[in-house]
Each structure stands twice: as C-alpha cells, then as structure tokens.
C-alpha cells in the first residue's frame, strides 16, 4: 500500500495556479513532517517545501519562495501545496513526502508517494 497519494496536478499556463494535495493512509502520518519534492525530466529530484507536524515551522525553496504555500489539516491527514504565478521552469513530478522530524531544508524523508505531473505551458 502507499502511504501517500498525491492529487490535483495537471496543465496550466504561466502565471496560472494549481493546488496539489497529498492523502496519507496511516494516522501517524498526521504526526510527521510533511513536504514536497519535484523532479523534473533529466534533474535530479529536489526540494520544494515543508511543514512540520504541527505546522508551526515552514521550509521553502528559494526559487519557489513567495509563489508556494504549504498547509496542512491534521484532522484530515492531508497537505496541500499552493502554487500560484507558475513558470515553465515549475514543470516537474511532484512528490510527497513525510518523516518524523524536519529541522532544515536538508530534509531526507524515507516516506513517498509516486508522484503527480504538473506541467506549466509557456
């Protein structure tokens, strides 16, 4: 089973929005770190952002800073990635993640899910 499923990717256009949102199967996971991770064709796999579990620390990276938002709702066991004013350059698999802890952005969660397309058309 995977524990995490990510919903919400698709087309859109630069400038445009898109929510992503990533369901976990097990309660614990409402006690974990959760965040994002993005790959996109022939990169490496890299962060995006993250919250911790009581969503009171929040981690950006710095070419996503002030256009993403990441929340979460405990209660649902659910984290959503806001992302607003997208680039081409956003156009990647996005990937859930989540760990027990998060202290920085040199984050390495063992826990994912497969994966969403997001692709942003110039």
């Known amino acids: 089973q995977v524990p995490l499923v990510e919903s919400g990717g698709g087309l859109v256009q630069a400038g445009g929005s898109l929510r992503l949102s990533c369901a976990a199967s097990?309660?614990?996971?409402?006690?974990?770190?959760r965040g994002w991770f993005r790959q996109a064709p022939g990169k490496e796999r890299e962060f995006v952002a993250a919250i911790s579990w009581s969503g009171a620390n929040t981690f950006y990276a710095d070419s996503v800073k002030g256009r993403f938002t990441i929340s979460r709702d405990n209660a649902k066991n659910t984290v959503s990635l806001q992302m607003n004013s997208l680039k081409p350059e956003d156009t990647a698999v996005y990937y859930c993640?989540?760990?027990?802890?998060?202290?920085?952005?040199?984050?390495?969660?063992?826990?994912w899910g497969q994966g969403t397309q997001v692709t942003v058309s110039s």
């Open positions: 097990e309660r614990i996971f409402s006690t974990y770190a």
């Open positions: 993640a989540a760990e027990p802890n998060i202290y920085n952005s040199q984050w390495y969660p063992n826990y």
